[in-house]
């Protein structure tokens, strides 16, 4: 599964990122994680708040880390 | 209370600012900034973004730095410690102070046509519309989000409380009153200004200022210049204005640290002369 974080690069938005990893590896699902942290780039996604997660092309989640229950919810 | 305010801030969103602010008269819109700054959550690190949408919205360059400056301002763990510490009476002159400096800060960014100082490339970015986010809806989240932020706000804070609680017994039990009184009293008319600028390399999470502050106040050192440098240290953090350095020209930066300075006094005198027979 493709899944885009997008956010700067601060604690919040690596905790997102570990959090996606560790949930997707405990259900057994395959993850490909790909961070975009520039800013003009995030904004053209049409993110204003970080972290935002995209999932097939849809924003899912943005501003704060994503509880453990809604990304096992994304993995499924 | 913490979780009572963060329940309260689940309903408002920087999407939610946004589409508000959008098409608003100027005057409205310094307003409804300023109180969406003070009760819309988020991160520094977002702070590129919104500055971008918000003016491809049409939000004028003034309504936006309203909106980013009277966030830091206002912040709410200092809010809801103050009113604890201090009084609720208290409490309210200070969260009119941060929305009334954040109006001002963004009429004046605004008065004097400020665009210049913002970087030409953020003009041209076209975005598309922020979605409303589908989770972001029910009670259930709401409950949610105001646990989440509650218990993280308690991790973070307590750690600063330690520290401020530390920094404040060595204060009490090292440095005389007198010190404090010839250095930082009220007979010395330039405490409020060098309050100010010594705060602004400090940066400290607001909770943990307050028990210094409450230390300075036995020390006999006056409401306004204690008030001067608590805002200086969490308000002006140099790391966080550096972020915006992106989409903002050194002149404006500069500018806004000055004007931070000089409101900062302004209102550290304001409070020594309307609390100087104590709060």
Redo the contacts between chains.
Sequence with gaps: MEITVF????A??NNTIQRIEAEAKSLGVPVDVSKVSD??E?????????PAVMIGGK??????IP?AE?VRGWLK | MIYAVAFMRSFMSPERARAWLAGKSRFVGYALAAFFGVITPFCSCSSVPLFIAFLSAGIPLGVTMTFLITSPLVNEVAVILLGEWWGFGFMGVYVGRGVVLGMIGGGVVDTLKLEKWVEPFVWDIKMPVPEMLEERQGWRWREKFARSEALSIFKKVWVYVLIGVGVGAALHGYVPKEWFIAHAGADNPFAVPLAVIAGIPLYSNATGIIPVASVLMDKGVPVGTILAFIMSIVAISLPEIMILKKVLKVQMIAFFIAFLVVAFTCVGYLFNFLFSGGI
Excluded: Q
């Design positions: 956010g700067r690069g601060c919040t938005c800013d003009v995030i904004i053209k996604a049409g993110v204003m708040t970080t924003i899912v989640h943005a501003g704060g509880s809604a």
